[in-house]
């Protein structure tokens, strides 16, 4: 069991950095300066091309619910396989933008969570520290 939720931790990883790269080429494609907050990103961000990022953000939930059903053996073992994954993913989705462009520039950094239904937005410490302590809950979980 440990193997499969270390695998699932490198999925997460995996898939927050290629989600992580998306990103820095919208901006960059997009004309935007590193400096530009996410807020700004999503003013000037083409109103055509917003439903599609909608789209990238459903294909990624769906991509993690397929998952967790392959994976898991009962449905809640599906719904600890979705929010471990999930909290990989949004955890190191952000190590890999600040690795990649060096942001968030802090913790207070606001950010646009998600688009969907509409945008959620809020300081980066909100996703991160709900991501940390997902994970350890599921990990103190699994040892008890």
């Known amino acids: 069991m440990l193997l499969k939720f270390i695998l699932l931790a490198i999925f997460g990883i995996a898939m927050a950095h290629l989600e ?13 300066q590193e400096k530009d907050t996410n807020i ?8 055509k091309y917003l439903l599609i990022e909608r789209t ?4 990624t939930i769906i991509m993690l ?3 967790s059903i392959l994976v898991g053996n009962c449905l809640f073992d599906m719904i600890i396989v979705f929010l471990w994954t999930f909290a990989f993913w949004d955890l190191f989705y952000y ?4 690795v990649l462009i060096k942001w968030p520039k802090g913790l207070k950094t606001i950010d646009v969570l998600f688009l969907i239904p509409k945008p959620w937005i ?3 410490w909100v996703p991160i520290g709900i991501s940390f ?5 599921i990990f103190l979980y ?3």
């Open 56 to 59: 990238r953000e459903a294909a």
């Open 40 to 47: 700004d990103f999503l003013q000037k961000f083409p109103k």
């Open 142 to 144: 699994m040892l008890f």
């Open 133 to 137: 302590l997902t994970i350890l809950c």
């Open 95 to 98: 190590v890999s933008l600040y």
């Open 122 to 124: 809020a300081p980066v």
């Open 65 to 67: 619910i397929v998952l």
């Open 20 to 32: 992580g790269v998306v990103v820095v080429y919208l901006r960059k494609t997009l004309g935007f």
